[in-house]
C-alpha cells in the first residue's frame, strides 16, 4: 500500500499523503522503515507526523455529526474534557 502510493504521486503531494490503516503494527514493519528511507523520511519524523495528524484529527476537525464541532470541542460543551 505505501509502495503504491509513493508510486502514484508526486514528490510535492507526498508532503501531504495520509495513508490510513486500521492498525499501527506496520509502522515498525522492516519493509515500512526501508521504504521510508528510500524516500528519506525517518522514523522520528515519520513518528512527528503521525502523532501531528492524530492532535488534529482529535481536536481540530469538524464532525458534522457533532454538531460541527470538533471531538474535543465537543466533549468540552459535555463537560468530559478540561
Known sequence: M???ALVTTSE???RHL???ADCGCHYRWP?????CDEVG???DELAARIDAYIE?????RI????GSMSPLRF???????A
Open 41 to 43: 523520511v525517518t522514523l
Open 12 to 14: 510535492g503531494e507526498r
Open 31 to 35: 519493509e515500512w522503515i526501508s521504504i
Open 2 to 4: 505505501l509502495r503504491a
Open 63 to 66: 464532525k458534522h455529526s457533532l
Open 56 to 60: 488534529r484529527y482529535n481536536t481540530k
Open 75 to 81: 466533549r468540552e460543551s459535555l463537560g468530559l474534557a
Open 18 to 20: 495520509v495513508i490510513h
